[in-house]
């Protein structure tokens, strides 16, 4: 009965190499995001979709691809790793975009080799 | 300057003590404030919105100083339970941007 689930837990490519992370939320929310936390542990935000819409891209390299098949998911799809994106990056949901608090997935671990 | 302020840390407080938390923002525009609470190596959990009116959670409460531009949490009696990373974050409208804090990190002792 996991709130915010994201998969994979864990994941280790070399760079170079394309990859999806994928994320799903069972609260019945209509928007989600995209943080990315850095090894400084500085949690960013990248991108956010109200019912399957993209309302915020926050200056992220077009290597990075959201995409919103419906309002419960929302996976990230990056080409062309390179080192800098190591990090570990969580998928969030809210009610709306009206200032609501943000409830968090457990975050993939993505180390670049 | 960064547009949410923390000091890292850590606070080293015994168990029982009563530690706080600031938080300073730049951007009067912003309307909405929260902490979240940060395990290592797990995910933000949001631990209390914060309110002008200031608001209590438990040990925890929280206060806004829009005047100032900070918020506070201040946590009494404090558990072992409670070492953690405490990340204050605000909204900003036009989607629900969160800008978050570098954290603050306490580390509640025997």
């Known amino acids: 009965d996991t709130a915010v689930s994201q998969t994979p837990k864990y994941l280790v490519t070399q760079m170079g190499n394309d990859k999806s992370i994928k994320c799903e939320q069972n609260l019945g929310h209509d928007t989600m995001y995209w943080y990315k936390q850095d090894s400084k542990k500085f949690l960013k935000i990248m991108f956010s979709y109200n019912n399957k819409e993209l309302i915020i891209n926050e200056t992220v390299p077009n290597r990075f691809s959201p995409k919103s098949p419906d309002k419960a998911h929302l996976n990230l799809h990056i080409n062309s790793l390179e080192l800098g994106d190591s990090a570990v990056y969580f998928c969030a949901s809210s009610r709306g975009t009206g200032e609501q608090p943000q409830h968090f997935g457990d975050g993939t671990r993505l180390s670049i080799l | 300057r960064k547009e949410v302020e923390q000091d890292p840390g850590p606070f080293n407080v015994p168990e029982g003590a009563t530690v706080a938390f600031n938080c300073t923002y730049s951007?009067?525009?912003?309307?909405?404030f929260f902490w979240y609470r940060q395990d290592c190596r797990k995910e933000p959990k949001l631990l209390m919105s914060v309110y002008s009116s200031g608001n209590e959670d438990g040990r925890f409460t929280a206060q806004l100083n829009r005047a100032s531009q900070y918020i506070s949490l201040l946590i009494r009696d404090s558990k072992l339970s409670d070492s953690a990373t405490y990340l204050c974050a605000k909204s900003t409208g036009g989607g629900n941007k969160l800008t978050f804090g570098t954290g603050t990190q306490l580390k509640v002792e025997l």
């Open positions: 951007n009067s525009a912003s309307q909405s």
